[in-house]
């Protein structure tokens, strides 16, 4: 089945840049980013489908944050501008096996393990 591997995260300051990828190994179809923070559910932050056309987007990240797939090398991207510190959380890589756009964790079947992303103030 699917493994997806999130990677890129890491401690930034307010203000900064980071892109975080997801590798992934078998068919994936639409895909996207979450996040969570300790006693939160975990939150929807962007998706986009097979095609890369249209995205979707949190409107708390929404200018922010970037979206973007290359599928030849079974690759997903966010890429994430002006971080936050309420950016702090755990960042999921998601994939689907549809290939329209999900935007809530119980309509997507494979899960990274996740990349911690820190903004401090």
């Known amino acids: 089945q699917v493994q997806l591997v999130e990677s890129g995260g890491g401690l930034v300051q307010a203000g900064d840049s980071l892109r975080l990828s997801c590798a992934a190994s078998?068919?994936?179809?639409?895909m996207g980013w979450f996040r969570q923070t300790p006693g939160k559910e975990r939150e929807f932050v962007a998706a986009i489908p097979w095609s890369g056309g249209t995205t979707n987007y949190a409107d708390s990240v929404k200018g922010r944050f970037a979206i973007s797939r290359d599928n030849a090398k079974n690759t997903l991207y966010l890429q994430m501008n002006s971080l936050k510190p309420e950016d702090t959380a755990v960042y999921y890589c998601?994939?689907?096996?549809?290939?329209?756009?999900?935007?809530?964790?119980?309509?997507?079947?494979?899960w990274g393990r996740g990349t911690q992303v820190t903004v401090s103030s």
């Open positions: 078998g068919r994936t179809l639409s």
């Open positions: 998601a994939a689907s096996r549809t290939y329209t756009i999900q935007t809530i964790p119980s309509d997507y079947n494979y």
